[in-house]
């Protein structure tokens, strides 16, 4: 258990650098995904990104092994989000790698943002991927309440999730690269966190 234990902490430090990925991201509400899907770095990143939702899952497993009764619902809430959330972003990541980049040297248009192909169905897979950072939002609080891990780390991971889904969501300039920074931060400073934990740690009580 506690070799688990210390890779999945490994696993949300590997998450957090990977998720750096997207500070290369490009506007691609700005310019259109036609445009921002032909950039050179487009299908590296995506699939950087996909890693680091894999990894998240793994972080998230080595953190419920050690800590689920202590996280309360409110954290097993969490972490169940968290998984078709990762699912589908993963999914949608693996497309706009492998899929958008094709579209849009063969029909541009296709890939507008009220054409065909996206429009309701980027909204819809949007939604359901965002349960990915509902999920972590949750986990984080949880862990900062029941105080498994060094004080601030729970909340960090809380904020920094909030603060990437509303401000690199919508792709703001610098306020979202600064956001992105701040979430890989929090995946970094729970993975080392996690990894450094002692296994004797245990909630007075166990919250509901």
């Known amino acids: 258990m506690d070799t688990f234990v210390r890779w999945a902490g490994g696993c949300w430090i590997a998450a957090g650098v990977l998720f750096l990925a997207e500070l290369a991201h490009p506007n691609a509400l700005d310019i259109g995904f036609a445009e921002a899907s032909v950039q050179s770095q487009w299908p590296a990143m995506h699939v950087a990104l996909v890693l680091a939702g894999i990894l ?47 579209i849009a040297r063969a029909d541009p248009a296709l890939l507008d943002l009220d054409g065909p192909l996206l429009g309701w169905t980027l909204r819809l897979a949007g939604a359901l991927a965002g349960l990915w950072f509902i999920g972590l939002t949750l986990v984080g609080l949880a862990v900062e309440r029941a105080r498994v891990l060094p004080r601030g780390a729970g909340i960090l991971l809380a904020v920094g999730t909030v603060l990437f889904a509303a401000l690199e969501g919508p792709f703001l300039p610098v306020a979202g690269k600064v956001a992105v920074v701040i979430f890989a931060a929090a995946l970094i400073r729970l993975g080392l966190a996690l990894a450094s934990r002692r296994p004797a740690v245990a909630a007075a009580a166990v919250p509901v």
């Open 56 to 102: 998240t899952l793994f972080g998230l497993a080595g953190l419920v092994a050690r800590h689920g009764p202590a996280l309360g619902r409110l954290g097993i809430t969490g972490a169940v989000l968290a998984v078709p959330g990762v699912v589908v972003a993963a999914g949608l990541f693996l497309a706009e790698a492998f899929l958008f980049p094709g």
